[in-house]
């Protein structure tokens, strides 16, 4: 497998040139809302992709409760709540105390976790991307899987920014590719084993509503729920991984793939890993 991070770890085969067709569930659930100013084209199509209605403004009645739209130069998810405050994007700088420089240092228990032979990630449930992009920060060959067409859609636009940072320019790198998909299915037609296959699924809360939840993972629960096939998505994982399978879990939750070979402890969470062989 290459080492050159400047080419995208392709891992799977088929890269789906749109998003799946929408969930009807889904569907009720959420809008695109054109802001007026700019060319109304990229909004109809994007609406059109996720088989959801397009508005120009919103009123009481509106009985969509999840928005998407641009704001400050991004893909921004909305609820109700955010309609005013500005709104969720991909952020794709780095986390505080993550150093800036690129590859950033291999350190902490989500690099340990990784291994330190590891070159080749699959991070198979990227959600707001925030691990996938330490772990491309840190230099990995990194693979991404998200199957919520909207967070796909989110994705798309953060690695975009991406692209067209300074620093990535400067380097000479590409952001990391992604596929939108369920993971349980594109894991299986896999061209190359990736050293690490890297999870980490919705786990119902401790509590209904609680104070340290993020917000942009309150509105990820809200709008897609808990992940009830995580077991599944382990075991496809731990059968397409070369080396190892890391789950990131809540640290009240039950280890996902029964006792772990080793485990690292995050605030609050635990990396576990499962070892081949
Ligand atoms: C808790 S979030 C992940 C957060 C992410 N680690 C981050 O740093 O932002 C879980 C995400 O995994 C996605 N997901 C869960 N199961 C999946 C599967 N089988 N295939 C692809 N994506 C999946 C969900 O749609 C959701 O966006």
């Not at 120009?56 to 704001?71: H, I, K, Q």
């Not at 620093?167 to 896999?190: E, H, K, S």
């Not at 209904?208 to 809200?222: H, N, P, T």
């Not at 808990?226 to 789950?247: I, S």
Request: charged residues 25%; neutral net charge.
């Amino acid at each position: 497998m290459s080492a050159n991070i400047s080419q995208q770890y392709t891992g799977a085969a088929p890269v789906p040139d749109r998003p799946a067709a929408y969930t009807p569930s889904l569907a009720i659930k959420l809008a695109v809302i054109y802001p007026g100013q700019d060319d109304s084209l990229p909004f109809q199509q994007l609406a059109e992709r996720l088989g959801v209605p397009l508005y120009e403004s919103l009123n009481s009645e509106t009985p969509e409760e999840f928005f998407l739209t641009r704001r400050d130069g991004c893909l921004k998810l909305l609820d109700k709540e955010l309609l005013k405050k500005g709104g969720l994007a991909v952020d794709i700088e780095p986390r505080n105390g993550e150093q800036r420089s690129w590859p950033a240092p291999k350190d902490g228990a989500l690099a340990q976790a990784l291994g330190r032979k590891t070159k080749t990630v699959i991070d198979a449930t990227t959600g707001w991307g925030q691990d996938s992009l330490h772990i491309f920060r840190m230099g990995y060959e990194l693979l991404c899987i998200e199957r919520s067409p909207v967070m796909a859609e989110l994705l798309a636009d953060g690695f975009a920014r991406l692209a067209q940072q300074d620093w990535m320019q400067r380097l000479n790198l590409c952001p990391p590719l992604l596929l939108q998909g369920n993971a349980i299915d594109l894991l299986v037609n896999l061209e190359n084993q990736p050293d690490c296959i890297y999870l980490d699924p919705m786990f119902p809360p401790k509590r209904k509503k609680s104070a340290l939840a993020k917000k942009s993972m309150m509105v990820l629960r809200d709008l897609l729920g808990d992940d009830q096939d995580k077991e599944q998505l382990f075991e496809a994982a731990l059968k397409a991984a070369e080396k190892r399978v890391v789950v990131k879990s809540p640290d009240y939750a039950e280890p996902l793939g029964g006792k772990p070979s080793q485990s690292f402890q995050g605030k609050l969470l635990r990396y576990d890993v499962y070892l081949k062989n």
